[in-house]
């Protein structure tokens, strides 16, 4: 026992700088969708909520943002209507945006409170209506209500967390009509953190990180910058569904956030490894100064 | 104009004594799921909104609940779901809880955040699920998820009124296991007045109060106590939907609520009317040994 | 009754968004020692109370400036001691201004105060000897102790409002000695409004506002800048007692208070006429490039 | 110089005790009209003054009370209207009330604020009617506007002491209608000290204390004891104007208040000897129970 | 590695509900002389200075209380001077406990204030005369200055746990005239821990707890209540150095402390595993009634 | 008695506008390890407490620094260890500065503390360990851990002032390895002073303050600039111990505090009379371009 007990205690003594270093800070975790689609994913929720909770126990701010697209997907066919697409960008009628805040809103929302409240009533459920968290406003008239992020008031974020709360983000937004638009959830994320000062952006993906060559999982890149960012959005090697998530750290990054992390939210507990050992995972990005590790 | 502007000036100060008695106050205001489901309520919506502003503007600290009902049974024609009721109550298994979690929290609450905030960043979302707010347990077996409330934790209302946010909140519980429950919005509205130890508990319903003879509209009932409720109960004088209201009334009352009022939800600006003038609307309940009016 | 209470509401509907934009404001108000002096200005009297409470319910922060003239020489006429002037100017000498501050302090102040405090405890009386309030020095040699302002120490004006309460102030301010001066109440008005940062400076008059033609009635200006009242004043279309009145509006409104207002005193409530209502009264000074109205 | 500054320090150091016993502790302050009446009094005062700000500067809370029964007679004189007393008590007719507030509030009281204040912004003048600190009663119809204590509302007072002010009362109350009486004030500073729970109640008179036999200056009582007092009046040998302030030594005794004292104003800083030196004063109320002196 | 990072990442989580029910919570630590006397305990030390800084990371509120026998015979040893023990007490004279005083608060404290701050500046070495926090009283003439525990003044350990600092406390204690006692540690620690309300009272001993049989190391004693210890001492079971370790448990869980413990501090970080893991080490004392573990 | 009466009152009104000048202003008091040395000192001590403790009770906030060389070479002495200096410093092997430690944490300091805590519980023992207080750096290798000062974080000391505590500073410091260095306390005197912006900062000594002439008493200097004591350093007037005195209060001087003076603390309240009496004692630094006295 004395050996197991040994290396627990090693354990907790690694992760003390860590929790000293990041203690009060705000963290914003980008939690996807596709994460929660599916029936087998209720074990990976779980884990993901005890990794928030923990977070939060040991003096971190953590806020998540989620999305949902394949639950709007899913709900969409069972009412008959057939989601389309311009650009990878869905088609937005006024009935689509109506099904898209219930389902981001009314259904993924409450699961991932739930999923936290079952350790203690700590996380708030947020949409982008709420206190004006998201005044947005249409990115293309052909698109319908797909909007973008024009301003961010984190009044509310900033109470919650002061109040020891856990904000988790539906990304509807609103226009000065009280009009909602569908808002990508990688660019709300990015925003947020910006708007709070975080000193970290995380996004939970389905792969291993970023790499430098599409098709070889061992081109894993452990850390880049903003500025080879760029590049490799130029020449074509970041592309796709990535975009959206690649730009946002860039931005954060330019604008006050100090790290960003692009993790495999398939691994668990990927978050406490992240922030609390001294492994290091996934891709993370930062200044191109800066010296230290993690 | 003289003339007009002296009748303005006297309505402001018929206002002052109310506006000077209720400064700091809570209200809890329900507003019913049928106020909002027709298409031409949009302005009904809309005057609603301005009088909890100016409820919120002058120094009371408005507290929305409503429910769904008819928003619930339109989603699940929609999907081809029949309603099934026994004895009045909606038999609710595990798909007709989600869909009445979505449209609760994520169609009818995000309408009323919208129609008050087009006023300005105040009013935020609450579902029963976040920090814990209500606790619920199964009413009964064969009723599936359909909850009764077992404990308010209301530390998230008053934090949210403390910042001088308006807290809407949509009827979902949960039980300690993370379960979803849709609840009676009227008992929940009683149950919050209690717990925040509210000044006054509003419903707003579509007739012009109780009535001591059913079918004649001038036997209103303008003021009424706990003890007569309970009688006109007893011998089936009141009846229906407007059970649970009366009843969370009369719990209210005698825990330490001091006014409760039903009032007709059709008059424009009934709110304003009832809390800030002279006149008396609708059903007040007050305890039996006050004197004083209002 | 529902047309009746339709008016009714719609008055305070009116009033809403005045009512958000002032709260928290500093509303300084100086009311003339004319409007106290006769015997049927009772009413008048409490009308204005009325006013003052009224604000400070909703959140508006009134402070009331006034003088004394008439009842200083009615006193003096009284002791069989003839007043006398110099360039309008009384002069004061020692048995004056003790005269002066026996008036203004000890009957004039305790009158409104006691008008204000029949609503509750919420009127203080102070004097500009009170924690070193106004501070100042001989205006010229022969005309005794009249005083200009030569500093406003408004600490204990702050702290009055902080603790909620509406300050009264009689003009009287003192030198470094302690010696007291008699100053003109119009002045002492716009130096309080502007140590303040006060979002309005009203002046309470007998005409109902300033003229572009002295004797037309019909020339009543609604709107003017500062710039423009200067040159009223360099073409002598202001003259007389105004001139005090108008130069503190033109030094205010150059030294961060936003509005100033010389509104009719005779005209019921013309304080909530003006705040709370579309309705244009009196003459609004305001800086030239502003465009929104009130 | 050695044994000058030798004897300067033991000074401070006798006072240090004393300093730190009192420090935080609420002193209410009688000072008598008569002591301000002379025109030889200025210099007096202005030991008073100084006496004052000491104690505030070390940390005391001081409240001063006074009343100005000469001074009313002077101005009633100089109006030609003769006084008339009833019982030692001034027949006062709305007129004459009109004339002692406007000498109180506007003669007197200004006296000893100026005086404070020539040591810095610390004096404010507060009248019974201000924020309702006195709620008055007729004693008696027959003397007019003669009133009694009804309630003390010390908010007032204990706001400004909190903001370091010290406040200086004069004693006019009104009834619920905003009607002014005048009140002795010897009973007022008893129930202020009493509502503040003031460590100190302090009479400062034109004898050196209370004597057991009235003619014979020899007969100083040093300490005494509210039932001991009790006697004293009940047999005669208290008497005439010293009742009013045993009584309410008495009172204050009985009520909260640790010590009163009975002092001769005619000393120079009498004030700072009583408190900050071990040289007993006058005449000093304890409970029978205690040992410790001062 | 995956492998190796899902069980850090499972300490971690194993942590989770210990760090949340010990939030905020006060634990005081007795940290024997022994443990320092040794050359070879710099290592241990310094693993005990990360316990403490981790407890302090997460939230807890530890204070760290110690003794220094070893190191004061150590120093009289080194001045030629011979301890004289009378029933296991050293006899005390005036050199003495100069010299116990020297040891505890100039040599043992400061060794432990910087073993803890190499993390950071959060620990504050404090003697029971700072601020009147041991007042002491003379155990027994015949053994010179040594003290029992007359009061303790928890104000200054209040202050600096509020302000976020440890504590670190050397026992010596003061009478009334200012004269050093040396006091047993054991026994001060319990002091602490039920002055300040603790969760936890934690000694750090050289053996592995308590035993029901002395000399038979399989008959630890894992958790045991007050009522037993009683019976312990006195059937002898219990005897020595024990003695005022256990009298301090059985004293403090009867005072308001919930929960005492006493371990192997030769254990590397006992701590952390007694308090956020599931593994129970040593002897828990705990209050008969209650029914969960640690 | 009148007369002693009126001349102890004099004194307290001489110390008034000291008393207001100094309250809130943090003066840093020197008290050098010779003034505790013999055993005739501890009246001084004791006179020098009754200074710090009134002080403190009228407002003022000192913090007291102390060496003790004398105390170390005692220690050393009986251990039979022959202090070796080097240019006037002590060379301070590794088992001199644990001497060093616990003299002055262990015995000079908590003989000051328990001096001022006979008058209650206001004084804390500090050393520069404590969390993180002085950051020292080896002076000179040759010197072994003789330190400089390498920064002061005064956290800890502004926390406990804020507290109404008397921080009493051992000037031990530590590098980033927590390893102990010995400071010369009359450069850390200056250094805190400069760290907490005094107002003060005051040196006790056993000469009647600083000469222009070396061997002449007659030629004190009373008052003085930077500049002319860098030239008298320049020059070798001022030489020897008096050397870090006099750079440590030109640096402050240059660095935000106000006033430093040299005085002789044999002279009984030394401290209290030359705060508080208008007589000027010893030398006197100032800013040249200041006016004003004391």
Do not use: W
């Not at 990794?51 to 998540?64: F, K, S, Y």
């Not at 319908?144 to 900033?158: E, H, K, R, W």
């Amino acid at each position: 026992m004395i050996t197991d007990a040994a290396s627990k205690a090693a354990m907790l003594v690694e992760a003390l700088p860590y929790i000293r270093r990041f203690r009060g800070q705000v963290v914003v975790v980008k939690y996807g969708g596709n994460a929660l689609a599916g029936a087998s994913n209720d074990q990976a929720l779980s884990l993901f909520a005890e990794d928030i909770v923990l977070m939060r126990a040991v003096g971190l701010r953590p806020v998540v943002v989620h999305g949902g697209g394949p639950q709007i997907s899913d709900l969409m066919a069972r009412l008959g209507k057939k989601p389309e697409f311009r650009n990878g960008l869905r088609v937005t009628d006024a009935e689509t945006v109506d099904l898209a805040r219930m389902v981001l809103i009314g259904q993924v929302n409450p699961q991932l409170v739930a999923a936290i409240n079952v350790h203690g009533p700590i996380a708030v459920g947020v949409s982008g209506e709420d206190a004006g968290l998201i005044r947005a406003s249409a990115r293309d008239p052909e698109l319908g209500f797909v909007g973008d992020v024009s301003a961010i008031n984190p009044t509310i974020l900033q109470r919650l967390i002061d109040d020891e709360f856990v904000p988790v983000v539906a990304t509807i937004g609103t226009d000065e009509h009280g009009q909602a638009y569908n808002i990508n959830a990688d660019t709300v994320a990015g925003a947020i953190a910006e708007s709070l000062g975080a000193e970290k952006l995380v996004y939970l993906t389905d792969i291993e990180g970023l790499r430098s060559i599409v098709d070889d999982p061992a081109s894993l890149i452990r850390q880049t910058t903003p500025d080879e960012l760029d590049a490799l959005m130029a020449d074509g090697t970041i592309a796709g569904g990535m975009i959206p998530k690649v730009e946002s750290c860039v931005h954060a990054l330019r604008n006050g956030v100090r790290r960003a992390h692009i993790l495999d939210g398939r691994i668990p507990h990927v978050l406490l490894l992240e922030i609390f050992t001294d492994d290091g995972i996934g891709t993370m990005v930062r200044d191109r100064l800066e010296q230290e590790s993690t």
